[in-house]
């Protein structure tokens, strides 16, 4: 039986989020519950009362989504972290189609990270490296020849 992880990184790999809104959910029950926003005055606002400057947020993590039949579809979601621990999102277009403020401010903010899922690298056996080194050792051999040929009829 399969372990459920409560890790965001591991939950939110783009193996398991196929959607804007299986990320958005999955994101919303990790704690990034605020839906932020760039208010005209070009800082991330939460819809109430708190403004945020980009030197005071962080962004945890971000997926792109690309649209299956038409590119106006393609998104991005940030996962953004305050200063004051609060946590929300940031949705945009992606592309040609994105906002122009909300892309100044995640221009302006210095610490983006990206978590990526890391798959554990499989052990190859005996049998396949040795695969690896007799093709290896076959195509040098097979240019060495090719080269000799070549190098025999241009003296000629």
Not at 53 to 68: A, K, L, Q
Not at 86 to 107: E, I, Q, W
Request: charged share 25%; with cysteine.
């Amino acid at each position: 039986m399969k372990k459920k992880s409560h890790n965001l990184q591991t939950d939110t790999s783009s193996e398991k989020m196929t959607t804007l809104t299986s990320a958005t959910n999955n994101a919303a029950k990790k704690g990034y519950s605020l839906n932020f926003q760039i208010h005209d005055n070009g800082m991330l606002w939460d819809g109430d009362k708190l403004f945020y400057h980009p030197d005071e947020v962080n962004i945890s993590n971000f997926y792109r989504f690309e649209g299956e039949s038409d590119p106006a579809d393609s998104s991005i979601l940030y996962l953004l972290t305050a200063n004051d621990g609060n946590k929300g999102m940031l949705v945009d277009a992606y592309g040609v189609y994105n906002d122009a403020l909300l892309s100044d401010f995640v221009k302006q903010v210095s610490n983006i990270e990206k978590k990526k899922h890391h798959h554990k690298r499989r052990k190859r056996s005996v049998r396949e490296i040795a695969g690896f080194v007799s093709a290896a050792v076959l195509v040098g051999i097979g240019t060495y020849f090719a080269v000799k040929k070549y190098r025999s009829r241009k003296c000629v």
